[in-house]
């Protein structure tokens, strides 16, 4: 027999609010402990998009890649068990949303996902901005679900995806998942590092600013 739950999905005002809590608590905590041992990513999109801006080596991009795909399934499986064997819904389209349009949406919304984390967690100019990096993280993302939510899961992160289809072995629209935020995440790397911070560089009050930092976030 199945626990019961506080709340069913997310076609109701109270069970979308508190999906979007829970997402956006979980991911400010995952940034937190792992932002200075390996940049708190959590998501391949994120690191896709530090590696279009140059700031993850292609090598570490994979291993990181790996890591988060594994830990999806593994956290899936264990919700799996915890949950009596209950077979994960996954991701899937609401009714009236064609493919494209989700993976236009997907890519929105990464695109402003993985915008806060470079401005507060990569940019060598987020001075003091840096310390509230994981809440700003979190709750653009619980945003995100609160907006995108209704119409495809607001996914994100293909491992959030990923875990779930393969435990309970629904594919379909996963590509959606995949091709959205990694498209999203890409242009918010390529703006980012290549108009935002070159254009405050070459602001007046440019030469109190610090150096690009040299390693991997």
């Known amino acids: ?22 997402h956006a608590l979980a991911l400010a905590a995952a940034v937190a402990v792992a932002v200075n041992i390996s940049g708190g990513h959590v998501n391949p999109a994120v690191t896709f998009g ?10 570490r991009a994979v291993f990181y890649w790996v890591a988060q795909l594994l830990g999806a399934v593994a956290a899936t499986l264990l ?21 494209w349009h989700a993976v236009l949406l997907e890519a929105a919304m990464t695109f402003g996902l ?3 984390y470079y401005a507060t967690v990569i940019d060598p100019k987020r001075g003091a901005v840096g310390t509230i990096a994981p809440l700003a ?12 939510g209704p119409f ?4 994100m992160n293909p491992a959030r995806v990923f875990g779930p289809a393969l435990v309970g072995w629904r594919w379909r629209y996963h590509w959606v998942y995949w091709l959205g935020p990694f498209l999203g995440a890409g242009v918010a790397g390529l703006v980012y590092e290549y108009l935002v911070i070159p254009s405050a560089d070459a602001a007046p ?13």
């Open 1 to 22: 027999m199945h626990a019961g739950k506080m709340y069913h999905d997310m076609s109701t005002a109270g069970g979308l609010v508190a999906v979007a809590l829970a």
């Open 137 to 148: 993280v979190g709750f653009l993302l619980g945003a995100n679900v609160l907006a995108g």
């Open 114 to 116: 993985m915008y806060a």
């Open 50 to 59: 530090a590696l279009i801006g140059g700031r993850v080596s292609l090598i």
């Open 79 to 99: 919700l799996r068990l915890a949950t009596g064997g209950a077979r994960p819904p996954g991701f899937a389209l609401a009714s009236g949303v064609g493919e």
């Open 152 to 155: 495809d899961g607001a996914g």
């Open 205 to 217: 009050h440019a030469h109190g600013h610090q150096p690009l930092a040299p390693e991997d976030y």
